[in-house]
Structures are given as structure tokens and as C-alpha cells.
T-cell receptor
Framework: NAGVTQTPKFQVLKTGQSMTLQCAQD?????MSWYRQDPGMGLRLIHY???????DQGEVPNGYNVSRSTTEDFPLRLLSAAPSQTSVYFC????????????????????FGPGTRLTVL | GQNIDQPTEMTATEGAIVQINCTYQ??????LFWYQQHAGEAPTFLSY????GLEEKGRFSSFLSRSKGYSYLLLKELQMKDSASYLC????????????FGKGTTLSVSS
């Protein structure tokens, strides 16, 4: 298993440009999410999805769009990049329910991708 | 409101024991996670607590008191490779698995 993969690893954008950060997982996880990590701010949730066709906003969704057309892929789109979006972006995935149980979440930890380091000039 | 507090930085020496505290105030509670993150890398899962008490996993242990909104991560027999950030995160509800993270504690281990 490749786990959670993210592309690109590094990206430099100019203000106003748009781009898509790619995230894919091969663990058949229902739940996927996007975080940004800034110095002194910790990880903050941008958007998340509990399954194909279902997405919802996290703590800091403004300026970002997501879609979930397949279980495996969860791309994050920056519509018009701003310097405030300079950050490290992590995608994560997990089971929503413990496989083989009656529905308990259990300790389904989130697995993180390697991150995308984005700079907006 | 939601709040998760951890010390910003800690230092310790090789072979010592260190305890990293985490206090939380969240609208719901369905489990507390500890992650380790080395500089420039992704967070990796260390431990999970949902009931009160101590969970031990090798050199690492994690404790939870739900009534006090308090957890700690205990690292024993510290090694240089334990120098990293340690992130406390709370899962708020049963319906989703979104995590709320604290800002992390940077641990520096010296020889």
C-alpha cells in the first residue's frame, strides 16, 4: 500500500493564480480531510469528507473548494491564491467505522500524507 | 468554545522521563489522540484514549481524565530521536472523525 499520497511536494504561486492540490489513498478509507499547518497555529481543518459525494467545511474553509467523486481521491482547490494561504497542507484519511464491528469508531487514527509546501507571492 | 492547550516547548536529556500535558475544552468528546511530528515530516499516530486511565505502549504512555479535561503523554528512556513536536488532538463526536488539534509541544532532547 502506498498509504496517503500528495502532489506536488512544493509549489510557488503568484497572487490570484488557481491550482489544485492532489490527495489519494489506497486504504479504502471513507473519511478524508485537509489541514493546513502554520507556525504557532497547529493543524487546522479546512474541509473534510465522510464518503464519496459528501463534503463539509472545517474551521478555515474560505478560499478553498473540495470535491469527492471517488473514495480514493480528495483534491483541494485554491480558487484565487493569496499570500495568507502560504502554508504546509496535509491530507489525512481514516476509517469512519471500525471494520467488522457494529459501527464503533474505535481508535481509527488518521493517516497523514507527506504534505505540500505552498508559497504564494 | 473549543480549546486545546499544551506547553509550547520542553527540553530534556537522554535517558530521562518527560511528561507532556494537554488540557481540552470541546463541545463533545469521543477520544483523544497523540501524534508525533518530526521537523519537515507528516504527523504519525502515537496513542489513543477514550476511557479514563493509562494506556501503555512501549516507552510511551498516555493518560486521560475526562472529568478534568486532561491528558498527558509520558515518554520514558528518552532518546535523541524523540526530539519532535507532539500534538494532542480531540475527536469531538461519533458522527464524524474530524480532529481538533492543539498547537503542539516541541520537545528537544540533548545528550
Amino acid at each position: 500500500n502506498a498509504g496517503v499520497t500528495q502532489t506536488p511536494k512544493f509549489q510557488v504561486l503568484k497572487t490570484g493564480q488557481s491550482m489544485t492540490l492532489q490527495c489519494a489513498q489506497d486504504m479504502n478509507h471513507e473519511y478524508m480531510s485537509w489541514y493546513r499547518q502554520d507556525p504557532g497555529m497547529g493543524l487546522r481543518l479546512i474541509h473534510y469528507s465522510v464518503g464519496a459525494g459528501i463534503t463539509d467545511q472545517g474551521e478555515v474553509p474560505n478560499g478553498y473548494n473540495v470535491s469527492r467523486s471517488t473514495t480514493e481521491d480528495f483534491p483541494l482547490r485554491l480558487l484565487s491564491a493569496a499570500p495568507s494561504q502560504t502554508s504546509v497542507y496535509f491530507c489525512a484519511s481514516s476509517y469512519s467505522r471500525t471494520p467488522g464491528t457494529s459501527g464503533s469508531i474505535g481508535h481509527n487514527e488518521q493517516f497523514f500524507g507527506p504534505g505540500t509546501r505552498l508559497t504564494v507571492l | 468554545g473549543q480549546n486545546i492547550d499544551q506547553p509550547t516547548e520542553m527540553t530534556a536529556t537522554e535517558g530521562a522521563i518527560v511528561q507532556i500535558n494537554c488540557t481540552y475544552q470541546t463541545s463533545g468528546f469521543n477520544g483523544l489522540f497523540w501524534y508525533q511530528q518530526h521537523a519537515g515530516e507528516a504527523p504519525t499516530f502515537l496513542s489513543y484514549n477514550v476511557l479514563d486511565g493509562l494506556e501503555e505502549k512501549g516507552r510511551f504512555s498516555s493518560f486521560l481524565s475526562r472529568s478534568k479535561g486532561y491528558s498527558y503523554l509520558l515518554l520514558k528512556e528518552l532518546q535523541m530521536k524523540d526530539s519532535a513536536s507532539y500534538l494532542c488532538a480531540v475527536r469531538e463526536n461519533q458522527a464524524g472523525t474530524a480532529l481538533i488539534f492543539g498547537k503542539g509541544t516541541t520537545l528537544s532532547v540533548s545528550s
